[in-house]
């Protein structure tokens, strides 16, 4: 069974950090494409960063750019996301995604983890 399991939320204050991570487990996801979407209450699921299957290319939204630092370790099966400088809009759940492409992830991806609380106090 394939699973992704988040991490590493939590609350913080305003301008403060957290690093989620997101281990596999299941099978391995070295030759595809992972990252994060999150959701806060009331809006849509949105996109936060993705990272390509060898790490050669990231891909950030405008929102978090300069701010969020996504990564990952194929031989850990493991991905994760530095948040820096953490605004109280950056409140969501999120989730950890890997598609079957090698590029990036998109709503469409297969595997979704169930998510991990992240909530910014100002």
């Known amino acids: 069974q394939v699973q992704l399991v988040e991490s590493g939320g939590g609350l913080v204050q305003a301008g403060g950090s957290l690093r989620l991570s997101c281990s596999a487990s299941g099978r391995t996801f070295s030759n595809n494409a992972m990252g994060w979407f999150r959701q806060a209450p009331g809006r849509e699921r949105e996109f936060v960063a993705a990272i390509s299957w060898n790490g050669g290319s990231t891909y950030y939204a405008d929102s978090v750019k300069g701010r969020f630092t996504i990564s990952r370790d194929n031989a850990k099966n493991t991905i994760w996301l530095q948040m820096n400088s953490l605004k109280p809009e950056d409140t969501a759940v999120y989730y950890c995604?890997?598609?079957?492409?090698?590029?990036?992830?998109?709503?469409?991806?297969?595997?979704w983890g169930q998510g991990t609380q992240v909530t910014v106090s100002s």
């Open positions: 995604v890997a598609d079957r492409a090698r590029a990036t992830i998109t709503f469409l991806s297969e595997y």
